[in-house]
């Protein structure tokens, strides 16, 4: 997290940055999908139906989150063979843990939700326990530290937010969409809201202002120099070296539960869009693209990653979002084949959140665009709202049925 604006807008920027970063998380990309699903009681792939039609509806968001999904794996997969790796001083290790973590996470993932509960109940406190234990050890010092760089102005204070923006919102893109799924099992508008709350604006402020105040702490102590933005790196400095393995062993153990996550999320997706194709075929093709990505370590290349997921996921929250509004706050129900609006809205806002990429990939001269996720999303939102004005949609083809009480 650090990564993205510490050395350039300093620490409270970055923190303004992460506390931005969250809320928009939430209101923008989590809550309408959340009451969606709360008021329809229906899985992402049947409300999106509204705004890309009941066919186009299987492709996006149905089909596009099942195989974004498999990004995700291979990201998960290349940090934690790496971090074991590295926690058993075993470099030749990466490779066969990377083959055993991504097809185990397929198979845990094709077993079903409560299969992944399970893992999932325990683990997460073992980072819970290291950001605590990186808090004690530096965050006294947070407050010192000062970039190198000299004095922050307001356009490196401005930067250093617009980073943190486009990183987070582009990590978080499909968990915001996949609200839908979340939402479907509240009680009430309140559970809905809460789960934003708790688990979205205060995850992200917990988890990445923790790591950016640890970075910072250890800057200003002198542990790590100022091209250090990993804060692993800090603590290995200063625990005792078994300690440091164990950190390492239990960080990567404790990511397991998101990789199988990711492949129910997938298989979900395309036991839905291809109910006639063996899940076990098509999640173990997904799986094997993973492993690729992971093996070549494309998948280490996060910003690459985030912008790709940001770009994709944008306009399809922002989209989703406009129809609601303009349905009064509710549904509308399928529309036939293809709802021209929504796919105008994605492939316009998904064309400007890719353009950072683009720039990367081909090194071309064009000019930046700041927190390319939430720009593709106001695009997305945008022209859908247009569209949907010049009567640019499908007829509904179906009434929505929305659950007494929801």
């Not at 790196?233 to 998101?258: C, D, N, Q, R, Y």
């Not at 105008?344 to 996720?373: E, M, R, S």
């Amino acid at each position: 997290m650090s990564a993205n604006g510490l050395s350039t807008g300093g620490l409270w920027a970055s923190l303004f940055g992460i506390v931005l970063a969250g809320l928009i998380c939430h209101f923008l990309f989590y809550l309408v999908p959340g009451l969606l699903g709360l008021k329809t009681g229906l899985p992402l792939y049947v409300v999106g139906t509204s705004t890309f039609g009941a066919v186009g509806g299987l492709i996006m968001p149905g089909f596009l989150m099942g195989v974004l999904q498999f990004g995700w794996l291979g990201v998960n997969t290349f940090g934690s063979a790496d971090a074991l790796s590295r926690g058993f001083h075993v470099p030749g290790l990466y490779y066969p843990i990377c083959v055993i973590w991504a097809l185990g996470a397929a198979f845990v993932g094709l077993k079903g939700i409560q299969y992944v509960a399970k893992i999932a109940t325990y683990l997460p406190l073992i980072p819970l326990v290291v950001l605590i234990l990186g808090l004690v050890l530096f965050g006294a010092h947070a407050g010192s530290y000062h970039p190198a760089a000299g004095a922050v102005n307001f356009a490196g204070s401005l930067t250093a937010i617009l980073a943190m923006v486009a990183s987070i919102v582009g990590f978080f893109a499909t968990a915001g969409a996949a609200g839908v799924d979340f939402g479907l099992n509240s009680r009430n508008k309140k559970d809905v809201s809460m789960g934003g709350i708790v688990g979205v604006i205060l995850a992200v402020v917990f988890t990445a202002g923790i790591s950016v105040i640890v970075v910072a702490g250890a800057r200003a102590t002198g542990v790590i120099d100022e091209g250090t933005t990993n804060m692993t790196t800090a603590l290995a400095k200063k625990v005792p070296e078994g300690l440091f393995a164990a950190i390492m062993i239990g960080l990567t153990l404790a990511s397991f539960p998101g990789a199988c996550f990711s492949s129910f999320i997938a298989a979900n997706s395309f036991k839905t869009v291809m109910p006639k194709v063996n899940p076990f075929v098509s999640v173990g093709l997904g799986a094997l693209v993973s492993l690729v990505l992971a093996l070549t370590k494309v998948a280490g290349d996060l910003p690459s990653v985030f912008g790709l997921i940001g770009a994709s996921f944008g306009p399809i929250c922002g989209a989703m979002a406009v129809d609601y509004l303009l349905a009064g706050g509710n549904w509308a129900g399928p529309r036939a084949g293809f709802n021209p609006a929504g796919w105008i809205a994605w492939a316009l806002g998904f064309f400007v959140g890719i353009l950072p990429n683009i720039k990367v990939w081909l090194k071309l001269d064009i000019p930046d665009i700041p927190a390319a996720p939430v720009v593709a999303f106001i695009v997305g939102a945008v022209v859908y709202f247009v569209c949907a004005k010049l009567s640019l949609q499908t007829s509904v083809i179906a009434p929505a049925r929305v659950p007494v009480g929801k």
